[in-house]
């Protein structure tokens, strides 16, 4: 008897891999993972830092829903929070995925969908780009959603790892296809980071539509974990039935307050995503390495043999950067875009490696 389908693989560095290359976690620079570059608000540290440890944290998060719902103008009972959006994932599966079922997966993309549906029983059918910088085909999305009738489908906007940004009509479109058969997760977890984006919490007016937006990537809690969902009052009552209690610890409410609070610094790190994008994109013109352009706060360049190149980063350069080959592109390494000075380290880093081929 086998268990198990296989863990997730994601950008972050476990601390062994450095120990076993002698190098020290804390001196790596890490680009394989997607945050904003100024790290948490200073409002945010004193939150958590002042959070009572000994009591329990509001299984209801009541403060934490009001505060983004006063942010979105949404109604409290119609968002659920997480414990990272990955919690979210894992619950919707769990809530409305059977063994029998059918889902529906935009690839390449975040690796929990897959994992989730797996976890059902379910083995999602995916949908690859049409060859045309990484982007989909909408006519054949919606060919194969009333083919295979997916119970859930995952759609992630703007995409990991490619950095695709569909369009407003293109995306009602594909939760059309779907309204009289199944759900559609819009996993919004770059949203932030999107220059020039169209209002989501438009598509809340289908009721099979799903919003799933992280608060690790813009509020820089990786670490402290918190994301949320946006639905009807029904879908989210039925998720919350699956979540256990206390999944969303009490630093993690009063870090989400404080950063919803703090709108300039969100602002300021959005600012310096976009230097710090423009800056690798014009390096990676200079390099002649192709790159898709990104709406988030990642640039996918194509670089070669990408599991060499991130070996050689990190080992000889102290720089960790996602190789893509988990995504099924072996030529690709994505960049999280950092400070312009850790973005200046990597790119006299790489310009190393790749002369060195
Ligand atoms: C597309 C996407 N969705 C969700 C997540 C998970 O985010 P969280 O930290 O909120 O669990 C990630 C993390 O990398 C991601 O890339």
Redesign the pocket.
């Known amino acids: 008897m086998t268990f198990g389908i296989g863990r997730p693989m994601?950008?972050g560095l476990n601390s062994s891999e450095p120990r076993s290359l002698g190098l020290r976690h804390e001196d790596v620079l890490d680009f394989s993972?997607?945050v904003n570059p100024l790290g948490p608000s200073p409002l945010v540290i004193k939150a958590a830092n002042n959070a009572n440890l000994a009591t329990y944290p509001d299984t209801d998060c009541v403060q934490l829903r009001s505060a983004i719902g006063r942010e979105l103008s949404a109604a409290p009972d119609s968002i659920l929070v997480?414990?990272?959006?990955?919690?979210l994932?894992h619950l919707l599966a769990r809530a409305f995925l059977k063994e029998d079922d059918s889902a529906f997966i935009f690839t390449p993309?975040?690796s929990?969908y897959k994992a989730a549906c797996r976890l059902q029983g379910v083995a999602p059918v995916a949908l690859s780009p049409d060859g045309r910088q990484f982007q989909w085909d909408v006519q054949a999305a919606i060919d194969a959603i009333s083919q295979v009738k997916p119970a859930l489908s995952f759609l992630?906007n703007p995409?990991?790892p490619t950095g695709v940004y569909l369009r407003a009509d293109e995306v009602f479109e594909i939760a059309a296809a779907l309204r009289d058969i199944g759900l559609l997760v819009l996993?919004e977890?770059?949203l932030s980071f999107v220059e020039k984006r169209w209002d989501s919490l438009e598509l809340l007016t289908m009721p099979n539509v799903i919003l799933?937006r992280?608060?690790?990537?813009d509020y820089a809690?990786?670490g402290l974990?918190?994301?949320y969902m946006l639905a009807t009052e029904d879908v989210v009552g039925h998720v919350k039935q699956y979540q256990y209690s206390w999944s969303v610890n009490g630093p993690a409410q009063a870090a989400g307050i404080a950063a919803i609070s703090d709108g300039l610094h969100l602002e300021q790190g959005i600012e310096a995503v976009r230097i710090g994008k423009e800056y690798l994109a014009e390096v990676a013109d200079l390099l002649s390495l192709d790159y898709a352009p990104s709406s988030a706060n990642f640039l996918t360049l194509k670089v070669g043999r990408a599991t060499e190149i991130r070996r050689r980063l990190l080992t000889n350069h102290s720089v960790c950067v996602r190789d893509c080959t988990s995504f099924g592109l072996p030529e690709y390494v994505r960049i999280g875009i950092r400070s312009m000075d850790d973005n200046r380290k990597l790119v006299h880093a790489l310009t190393k490696v790749l002369q060195d081929r």
């Open positions: 994601h950008g993972i997607s997480g414990n990272g959006s990955t919690e994932i993309t975040f929990e992630c995409n990991n996993d977890a770059y799933l992280s608060m690790t990537k809690l990786t974990r918190l994301g």
